[in-house]
C-alpha cells in the first residue's frame, strides 16, 4: 500500500479552494485512530465472538456518521446524545455473513447501544438488509423505514414477517417525506427515490430505488446515498432536490454505476466516504468515480483501507477519525506504486 502521491495534489487543490467557503465553515480535523488500532489489537482476524472494539468517538454530543466496516456492505449509524439510528445493516458473503454482523454488533456494543430510534433500510438486496433481522431481534428499533419496494428473497420475507408479527413501526418513505428525528437540531430529508420508483421491465429497479437521504445539524450535512444509480441522480438534479453536502457517503460502493460528474458537481462533497470490502469481487472502488473524487476533494475515505470511519460535528466543525492510521492520498489505482 502507498504512502503518499503528489502527482495529483494540485488538482485536488484547485478543486479544494473552490469548496473553500465550507471549508472555512468547517474546517476538516483529521485524526488517525491509532491509539484506537492498538486496543483495537488484531480486529476481524480475531474471533467474531469474542470481538470487543474500543469507541472512536468521545463526544456523545456531537453528530456522527459512522460508516461501519462491515466489507462489501453497508451499515451507517447515526448517533448523537447518546441516540442511535442505523442507515442499513448489510452482510456479505466474504469472508462471511456472521463475520459482518458480529463486527456491526460488536460496533453497537463498543457505544452501549441498546435501542436504535430507527433502521432505515436504503433497499433490499443482502449487503443492506443481511443483518437486519438479527438487529431487530438483538435491539429495540423505534421505527423501520424503507422504500416499499417488494423483494421476494427470503431474507426480506422473513424480515417483513418479523416486522409485521413483532408489530414494530413501519413506514415507506419517498423523496419529499421527512424522517422523524430523534436528536434535537438535526434534520433528516429524504431526497430519493422520486415519488415515481423508477422501473427497469416490470420491476422496479432495487439500486436506483435506494432511499437517500440527506442529514443536516447547523452548518454541517451527510448525504447518504445507499446503491443509487444514475438514473436516480439525474432524477434527483432534474427534481432540483438540495444536494449540496459536506460529508458523502459515496453511492453503490464506488462502483462506476454511480456519482455521475453532475451529481459529484451539486454535492460538492469536501469530504468522501466510500464503504466497500478489501478485494471485492466486484473490482470497488471503479476507477471512473475515484477519478472523479479526487478531482473533488483530497479527502477521500475508504473502509477497505481505513476501517471503520466515523465522522463528527459540533454542528460547524467536523472531524474525522479512522480505525486504521489514513497512510494514502489520493490512491486511484491500489497497485499503481510499483509504477
Ligand atoms: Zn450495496
Redo the contacts with the bound molecule.
Keep these: 500500500m502507498v504512502a503518499k502521491k503528489s502527482g495529483r495534489t494540485s488538482s485536488a487543490r484547485k478543486k479544494k479552494s473552490k469548496n473553500m467557503p465550507k471549508q472555512i465553515a468547517a474546517a476538516v480535523v483529521v485524526i488517525a485512530a491509532a491509539v484506537c488500532v492498538l486496543i483495537f489489537g488484531g480486529g476481524m482476524a480475531g474471533p467474531a465472538t469474542s470481538t470487543t472494539l474500543a469507541p472512536l468517538i468521545t463526544d456523545e454530543h456531537a453528530f456522527s456518521m459512522h460508516v461501519i466496516d462491515v466489507g462489501q456492505?453497508?451499515a451507517i449509524l447515526l448517533s448523537k446524545d447518546g441516540k442511535f439510528a442505523l442507515v442499513d445493516a448489510?452482510e456479505t458473503m466474504k469472508p462471511s455473513e456472521r463475520e459482518a454482523r458480529d463486527k456491526l454488533f460488536a460496533y453497537l456494543d463498543s457505544l452501549n447501544v441498546t435501542r436504535l430510534e430507527f433502521l432505515l433500510l436504503t433497499h433490499q438486496?443482502y449487503?443492506?438488509i443481511g443483518s437486519a433481522l438479527d438487529v431487530l431481534k438483538k435491539y429495540e428499533v423505534g421505527t423501520v423505514y424503507d422504500n416499499g419496494v417488494v423483494h421476494t428473497s427470503a431474507t426480506y420475507e422473513k424480515l417483513m414477517t418479523h416486522i409485521l408479527d413483532q408489530k414494530i413501526p413501519y413506514r415507506v418513505v419517498a423523496a419529499g417525506d421527512v424522517i422523524t428525528s430523534p436528536w434535537q437540531g438535526v434534520t433528516l430529508e429524504v431526497l430519493s427515490p422520486q415519488k415515481d420508483l423508477i422501473m427497469s421491465g416490470k420491476n422496479p429497479d432495487i439500486?436506483e430505488n435506494s432511499v437517500v437521504i440527506k442529514a443536516v445539524y447547523q452548518n454541517v450535512s451527510y448525504l447518504l446515498t445507499?446503491?443509487a444509480e444514475k438514473k436516480a441522480e439525474e432524477a434527483m438534479l432534474a427534481a432540483g432536490e438540495d444536494l449540496n453536502a459536506d460529508i458523502l457517503k459515496a453511492g453503490?460502493?464506488g462502483s462506476s454505476t454511480s456519482s455521475t460528474q453532475k451529481f459529484l458537481n451539486a454535492v460538492s462533497p469536501a469530504v468522501i466516504v466510500i464503504s466497500l470490502g478489501e478485494g471485492n469481487e466486484y473490482g470497488h472502488p471503479h476507477k471512473e468515480p475515484l477519478e472523479r473524487f479526487v478531482q473533488m476533494t483530497e479527502h477521500i475515505y475508504r473502509t477497505d483501507m481505513d476501517g471503520d470511519v466515523v465522522v463528527t460535528t459540533d454542528g460547524n466543525v467536523y472531524s474525522v477519525v479512522t480505525r486504521k492510521a489514513h497512510i494514502y492520498e489520493n490512491v486511484i489505482v491500489p497497485n499503481q506504486a510499483a509504477a
Excluded: F, V
Aim: proline content about 0%; cysteine-free.
Design positions: 456492505a453497508d448489510g438486496d449487503d443492506h439500486n445507499g446503491d453503490h460502493h
